[in-house]
């Protein structure tokens, strides 16, 4: 069975500090492997996602993350947080033609001024 | 493109009652999620339809929980009789096959059961 482990239920960080999200993953073959983030009162939206190829992966909003199969690691980053980026930020695992996804507990981003 | 709609965007019912949850995916979109929200136990993943065909609904809590899909356009939950623990911020998404796998939400049903 698929799993996802977020470890750190919330973090606080200074604007314009970089950032960090740490997501571990258990799954049997190749993941496909995402990253979503949750605004107040918003459903999730898609930030970024990872097939295959180069393992370190653009997203949206200035976000990266990087696949580490040696450490079934999917860290997701920025270089410099904005206050706008406050929200709680949740990795899924999935597989190929798996369309249901198994997403972590989420992450919430508190960022300070 | 609209996007995910879900209506209402809150319920308060009292426990007891009926509750229908409703859902219209994007269109050309075959997957259709239904997933709840809580703060202790996080996201869960209800039961979700390909092709209008429910595929997986073990995560459906107990036999008071429904869902069905009766057309490509359109999805309910409903939650017969209602409880206070079923008290939960409730999501639809869906997803195409042909397609990255990205499952779009809607903006979800806030319900509170007193």
């Known amino acids: 069975a698929q799993s996802v482990t977020q470890p750190d239920i919330h973090i606080t960080v200074s604007e314009g500090a970089s950032l960090e999200l740490r997501c571990n993953y258990s799954?049997?073959?190749?993941?496909?492997l995402f990253w979503y983030v949750q605004s107040p009162g918003q459903g999730l939206q898609l930030l970024l996602k990872?097939?295959?190829?180069?393992?370190l992966v653009q997203g949206i909003k200035g976000f990266e993350a990087e696949f580490k199969r040696s450490q079934s690691s999917f860290n997701l980053r920025k270089p410099s947080v904005h206050w706008s980026d406050a929200a709680e930020y949740f990795c899924?695992?999935?597989?190929?033609?798996?369309?249901?996804?198994?997403f972590g507990t989420g992450t919430k981003l508190q960022v300070i001024p | 493109d609209a996007g995910v709609i879900q209506s209402p965007r809150h319920e308060v019912t009292e426990m007891g009652q009926e509750v229908t949850l409703r859902c219209k995916p994007i269109?050309?979109?075959?997957?259709l999620f239904w997933y709840r929200q809580t703060m202790m136990r996080g996201l869960e993943l209800l039961i979700y339809?390909?092709?209008?065909?429910?595929?997986?609904d073990s995560g459906m809590p107990e036999d008071r929980f429904s869902a069905k899909m009766p057309n490509a356009s359109f999805s309910t939950l409903k939650i017969q009789p209602s409880e206070p623990r079923d008290s939960a911020v409730y999501f639809c998404?869906?997803?195409?096959?042909?397609?990255?796998?990205?499952?779009?939400f809607g903006p979800g049903t806030r319900l509170t059961v007193t």
């Open positions: 998404a869906s997803s195409n096959t042909g397609g990255s796998y990205e499952q779009y």
């Open positions: 799954y049997g073959a190749t993941p496909y």
């Open positions: 990872y097939f295959s190829g180069d393992t």
């Open positions: 899924a695992v999935g597989g190929e033609g798996y369309q249901k996804v198994t």
């Open positions: 269109s050309g979109h075959d997957y």
């Open positions: 339809f390909n092709n209008n065909v429910p595929i997986d």
